[in-house]
């Protein structure tokens, strides 16, 4: 079955450098989520979108953007990164039932290093 | 704003020996859903169980079982006849319903080493 992919899977940026991360839901899926996870923490939920408009925010710094394409990928954006951006970014998607749940499937992870 | 609390940083289990996992949150909701994750070394973040909160009956999955109190706000994880593949770090989760379906709260997550 496929899965949540995400690119690419180590990223190692200097400071004040910009980076881009990818994320391929799995199909069918609506809604996309982007978490940090710093070194010995839980992952930290950043942003999330329904059908390509975003549909909630947590603590995502004002340097980072994401959005969701029209197939459905989603790409997370930060720019001049700083050190304690180095962490795991997963994506995950999920697909809201008429219930409700919101049963995440997470990607591998993207390990980010910034030097 | 959710929270979810897991007091054990860390537990050991004797393979084949059965462990418990502890886990409370708090939240105004109503409707919502409790979850374990379990995280490997591989980073990889795997769903283990999930229980609806309208459900009184305790979520079940082979060797993991859950006891769900709803009044006292606990979401407990048995995990029986441990393997040594188990060990991980589990993370307990919270998660809104509709209205609210969205981000997942996370707690500080539980080391578990399974001991041969």
């Known amino acids: 079955a496929a899965g949540v992919i995400q690119s690419p899977r180590h990223l190692i940026k200097e400071k004040r450098e910009t980076a881009t991360l990818k994320c391929y839901p799995i199909?069918?899926?609506?809604?996309v989520y982007w978490y940090q996870q710093g070194p010995g923490q839980d992952p930290q939920f950043l942003i999330s979108f329904y059908e390509k408009m975003q549909s909630d925010k947590g603590s995502i710094p004002d340097r980072f953007s994401a959005q969701q394409f029209s197939d459905y990928h989603s790409e997370l954006n930060m720019s001049s990164l700083e050190l304690g951006d180095s962490a795991l970014y997963f994506c995950a998607s999920s697909l809201l039932t008429a219930s409700g749940a919101n049963v995440l499937t997470f990607g591998a992870g993207s390990r980010l290093t910034v030097l | 704003a959710q929270t979810v609390t897991q007091s054990q940083p860390e537990m050991s289990v004797q393979e084949a020996e059965t462990v418990t996992l502890s886990c409370t949150y708090d939240t105004s909701e109503s409707d919502y859903y409790l979850f374990w994750y379990k995280q490997p070394p591989s980073r990889q973040m795997i769903l283990v169980i999930r229980q609806e909160a309208y459900k009184q009956q305790n979520a079940t999955e082979n060797r993991f079982s859950v006891n769900f109190q709803k009044a006292a706000k606990s979401f407990s994880l048995k995990i029986s006849d441990s393997q040594l593949g188990d060990a991980a770090m589990y993370f307990c989760a919270y998660g809104g319903g509709l209205p609210n379906a969205g981000k997942s709260t996370f707690g500080d997550g539980t080391t578990l080493t399974v001991k041969p």
């Open positions: 199909p069918r899926h609506d809604t």
